[in-house]
C-alpha cells in the first residue's frame, strides 16, 4: 500500500528538468550572434518612434565600417517608404544608472 516506484516520479523529474532548460534556452538565444526576426547581419535597427496607431518612423543602420549609412524609413501596417538618407552617426553607449541614482534624481538630489 502507498509504495511508489521511481518510475512514478520520472515523469515528474523530466517535466521540472525541461522547465529548468528553458530560461538557459532562451538566455542562449538572447546572447546569440546569430540574427533574429529575418534582419541580415551588418543591418541594425538604431531607433523608432511611434506617430500613431501602425504608423512608425525607424533609422536603420546598413553596412559595416567606412560603407555604413543611415535611413530614416516611414512604416505603417502597408508599406515601408524610404523618407531620407543620415549620415551615420556614433552613439554613446547607454548610461547604466542604479537603482540609488534614481531614486536620488527622484528626491532631488543630484547625483
Known sequence: ?????????LPAL?????????????????????PLAGLQPGLRVVG?????????LLTVELGE????????LGATAQHINLLTELP???????????????LQRARGGQP
Do not use: H, N, Y
Open 65 to 72: 565600417g567606412a560603407s555604413r549609412r543611415w535611413l530614416l
Open 88 to 102: 551615420p552617426q556614433d552613439l554613446p553607449a547607454p548610461e547604466r544608472v542604479s537603482f540609488a541614482k534614481l
Open 14 to 34: 523530466w517535466f521540472l528538468a525541461i522547465l529548468a532548460l528553458i530560461p538557459v534556452a532562451l538566455w542562449l538565444l538572447k546572447r546569440s550572434p546569430l
Open 48 to 56: 523608432v518612434t511611434s506617430l500613431g496607431p501602425g504608423q512608425r
Open 1 to 9: 500500500m502507498g509504495c511508489m516506484t521511481t518510475s512514478s516520479w
